[in-house]
C-alpha cells in the first residue's frame, strides 16, 4: 500500500515516472471539485522511459527522466498503480501498488534512486495560491548520492540541511528573479543552480535530482522546477550542475 505520511510524507514504491495519455489538468485547485490529483516526476539517473497505469488503464506514456506530469484528475479513494518500461504493457510492470487518495488533495510521486535500486516517495503538495504579489516555493531532494543540502535563492539560505527522499515546507518569497542554488548542507560552493523568473500567485516545487559524483553529464545533479499551483507564472532562464566529491 502506497501510504502518505503528511506534507513532507514520504514511502517507497519503485520506479516510476512520467507524461501524459489521459485527461490531466495543471496547477491549481479548481473550485468546488471532489476529485483527487496525482503527478508524476521521474527522478531515476539512467533509467529508461515507462508508462505509467492507473487501475489497469494507461495513463501517462513514454515518460522520460526529468519529466514532471500535469496532474491527473482521479475519484478518491484507493488506486491500483503500475509502472512498466516504455511500450511493453502492464503486465511487465517493475513495479505495482496501491494508493488510497482522499478527496480535493494534490499529490507527487517522485520515482527516486538509482537504476540499480530504484524507490519512490509520496508528497502532499499545495493547492493554495499565496495572497498577492508573492509565490510560494519548496525544495524536494531525490539526488540519491548527494548528502544533506541547503538551498538558497540569491545566496540567501532558503532550506537547511533537507535530507534525501524529503521535501521542505513551501516559503513565501516575493515575486521576482531569482537564482536557486543546491549546496552540501553548510557549505558555501552551489552544486546546481538554476535561474528563474517567478509571477505572483503561484506554487513551485524544485526537485533536486541526478547525481552528485558522475561522468555522465546527462546524469549529474540538476534542480528541476514545476508549477504546483496557479497560472504557469514561471520562466526558466538558464541551469548549470557541476559533480563534486565529497567526504
Known amino acids: 500500500m502506497l501510504r502518505l505520511v503528511g506534507a513532507s510524507g514520504l514511502t517507497a514504491l519503485g520506479r516510476v515516472s512520467s507524461a501524459q495519455d489521459t485527461t490531466t489538468t495543471n496547477g491549481g485547485n479548481g473550485g468546488g471539485r471532489e476529485a483527487a490529483r496525482a503527478r ?5 539517473p539512467g533509467a529508461p522511459n515507462v508508462d505509467v497505469f492507473v487501475d489497469g488503464n494507461r495513463a501517462l506514456q513514454n515518460v522520460a527522466y526529468k519529466d514532471v506530469s500535469d496532474y491527473l484528475e482521479l475519484e478518491p479513494g484507493q488506486h491500483t498503480l503500475q509502472v512498466a518500461p516504455a511500450g511493453e504493457g502492464q ?3 517493475i513495479i505495482e501498488q496501491q494508493a488510497t487518495l482522499e478527496p480535493n488533495r494534490d499529490y507527487t510521486i517522485a520515482a527516486g534512486g538509482t537504476q540499480d535500486s530504484p524507490e519512490a516517495f509520496l508528497f502532499m503538495d499545495v493547492s493554495e495560491i499565496p495572497s498577492g504579489n508573492r509565490v510560494s516555493i519548496r ?10 543540502v541547503d538551498i538558497a535563492t540569491n545566496g540567501d539560505l532558503l532550506v537547511e540541511g533537507l535530507e534525501y527522499g524529503t521535501a521542505s515546507e513551501y516559503v513565501d518569497l516575493p515575486a521576482g528573479s531569482y537564482t536557486i542554488e543546491v549546496r ?24 533536486a535530482v541526478g547525481l552528485l559524483e558522475t561522468d555522465n553529464q546527462a546524469q549529474s545533479l540538476d534542480l528541476v522546477t514545476a508549477v504546483d499551483s496557479g497560472d504557469e507564472g514561471m520562466t526558466t532562464e538558464t541551469a548549470t550542475s557541476e559533480t563534486m566529491t565529497t567526504g
Open 139 to 148: 525544495g524536494v531532494h531525490l539526488s540519491p548520492d548527494a548528502p544533506a
Open 91 to 93: 503486465e511487465n510492470a
Open 40 to 44: 508524476i516526476v521521474h527522478a531515476v
Open 184 to 207: 552540501p548542507a553548510g557549505e558555501d560552493q552551489a552544486v546546481a543552480t538554476t535561474d528563474v523568473t517567478l509571477k505572483g500567485g503561484v506554487v513551485i516545487s524544485a526537485f
